[in-house]
């Protein structure tokens, strides 16, 4: 496995962004670039052995700058949502930035996806790895602790991509990282993803209120179209009249990861033969099917993106956790360290 460099642009206040191309034995491919710690790129062999580009993006920074759908981001310090914007850490309150009408998403105006990170080159054993660095000041976006942030790329020779995540702080304070990347195992650009099937490692999900923030309520999913135990397609209930869907105009929910088996989740496209294998030290996994994509245009080779163009599974602290005790929590305590992990893995069938 190599990693090569190359110089990618320039944000509007002049720092360079670089962008890091990742290869393996196989031929799959993965470019990173350093703005947003985002994935840009997969590239992998369907059952026949060509090529595609599976992740939703950009090819010009400009279009990724101006990004409001988070294409392959690194998310924080809190991915997900945080309802009225403010939380309390130690009998102190701290009011984070209101960025989806009262309440706070993905880490608020310029989260770790809008900001240009260190980035240096390690060996690991057999393996090159992409050591992305961010210091998050204390106060930004409204957090509290100056936080230091490291987020490592892995590829391995079996085409799977880890992704490790680090943090520490000098003040309690939340940490809850994620990767955003959109998932179109028939290649970017190829058409939505209602008939890709999916399996969550899950029995139980939360229930969301109509701003798509968890109310507290913990629901089985078992007769009813949450339930992803098996493999299923996407199509079959994401046009119910089940009101957590219609709430989110698809799925948009988190799922409360059984720790009974080692994969969390699976994706797998017919047409292509493509699997995707996700595997995560995280309680908790968002699976979003890309509802207020709409109409986005200029991405990947003149691609046009649209409602269900892709999927996301973002393992993660459940959203809202620091508003129901029940839920694991997302504080991060000086002296400890933020530590997990997440694997996507491709292979055919």
């Known amino acids: 496995m190599s ?16 962008m890091f191309t ?22 992998v062999p369907d059952r026949l052995g060509k090529l595609d580009d599976v992740v939703l993006g950009y090819d010009k920074l400009d279009d990724y700058i101006a990004n409001k759908l988070y294409f392959g981001a690194i998310i924080g310090r809190h991915a997900n949502r945080i309802e009225d914007s403010r939380f309390i850490i130690n009998s102190t309150e701290y009011k984070v930035t209101k960025n989806e009408g009262e309440n ?13 990170w260190t980035a240096e080159i390690s060996t690991k054993g057999q393996n090159e790895c992409l050591n992305l660095g961010y210091f998050s000041v204390d106060g930004e976006e409204g957090y509290p602790g100056n936080l230091n942030v490291k987020v490592t790329y892995t590829l391995t020779d079996d085409n799977a ?12 304070t939340v940490v809850n990282l994620t990767n955003h990347s959109y998932f179109n195992l028939s290649g970017q650009g190829s058409g939505n993803i209602l008939k890709d099937e999916v399996m969550i490692n899950a029995d139980k999900f939360t229930i969301n209120d109509k701003n798509s ?5 913990i629901e089985s999913v078992f007769n009813t179209p949450m339930d992803f135990t098996k493999l299923t397609p996407v199509e079959n209930g ?55 994509i709409y109409e986005s245009k200029n991405c990947k080779d003149g691609a046009n993106y649209s409602n269900h163009s892709g999927l996301c599974f973002e393992t993660q602290y459940f959203p809202n956790s620091l508003k129901h005790k029940h839920f ?20 055919t069938r």
């Open 104 to 116: 706070h998403i993905h880490g608020g105006l310029i989260g770790f996806d809008k900001v240009v």
């Open 238 to 292: 994401i046009n119910s009249k089940y009101q957590q869907i219609e709430f989110a105009h698809g799925y948009d929910h988190n799922w409360i990861l059984n720790k009974d088996e080692e994969k969390a989740a699976e994706a797998f496209d017919a047409s292509s033969g493509r699997v995707l294998d996700v595997y995560t030290t995280e309680p908790g996994i968002q699976f979003y099917t890309g509802n207020f």
């Open 328 to 347: 694991p929590s997302p504080i991060l305590r000086v002296g400890d360290e933020y530590n997990n992990s997440t694997i996507f893995k491709f292979s």
């Open 213 to 217: 923030i968890p109310t507290g309520e």
């Open 22 to 43: 990742l290869s393996n034995s196989k031929g799959m491919v993965v470019k990173v670039m350093n703005y947003g710690a985002t994935i840009t790129s997969i590239i």
């Open 3 to 18: 990693i090569t460099k190359k110089y990618f642009g320039k944000t509007p206040d002049g720092k360079e962004v670089d």
């Open 161 to 172: 991509l880890k992704i490790g995540y680090f943090a520490t702080t000098d003040k309690d």
